[in-house]
C-alpha cells in the first residue's frame, strides 16, 4: 500500500509565506506527476500546481510567480511554497500522485490517483 501525508499547514496572515510538505510511504520504486490541488469552502476542488517526474511544472494562472512546487525524489516528497499569501488562498491543500509504482519481493504494482488527506491553509488577519 501506499500513502500520501501532507503537513505544514496553518494559519497566517496576508502577505505571509507557508511551506506545505507530502510525503510518500510505501516501498516506493517511482512516482510520476505528483501535485497540490486545493478546495475552498463551498468551491469545487481546483489544480493549483504540478511537476513530473522529469521536472517540468504548472501552475494555476492565480499562483503563478506567488507558490512554487519542487520535488525531493530521494525523499519521496513533493513541496508548495507559498509567498504573498491572499485570503483568497484559504483552502484544504491536498497532495496528488497520479501513478505510484511500487516494488516488494520483485513484485511491482502500480497505484493510480493517489491523494493525502489534506491539510487547512486559513490566510487571514
Known amino acids: 500500500q501506499v500513502q500520501l501525508a501532507e503537513s505544514g499547514g496553518g494559519l497566517v496572515q496576508p502577505g505571509g509565506s507557508l511551506r506545505l510538505s507530502c510525503v510518500a510511504s510505501?516501498?516506493?520504486?517511482?512516482?510520476?506527476?505528483m501535485a497540490w490541488y486545493r478546495q475552498a469552502p463551498g468551491k469545487e476542488r481546483e489544480l493549483v500546481a504540478t511537476e513530473t517526474s522529469g521536472g517540468t511544472q504548472n501552475y494555476a494562472e492565480s499562483v503563478k510567480g506567488r507558490f512554487t512546487i519542487s520535488r525531493d525524489n530521494a525523499k519521496n516528497t513533493v513541496y508548495l511554497q507559498m509567498t504573498s499569501l491572499k485570503p483568497e488562498d484559504t483552502a484544504v491543500y491536498y497532495c496528488?500522485?497520479?501513478?505510484?509504482?511500487?516494488?516488494?519481493?520483485?513484485?511491482?504494482?502500480?497505484?493510480?490517483?493517489?491523494w493525502g488527506q489534506g491539510t487547512l491553509v486559513t490566510v487571514s488577519s
Open positions: 510505501g516501498t516506493i520504486l517511482r512516482i510520476n506527476t
Open positions: 496528488n500522485a497520479d501513478r505510484i509504482t511500487t516494488e516488494l519481493y520483485s513484485s511491482r504494482r502500480d497505484f493510480r490517483d493517489v
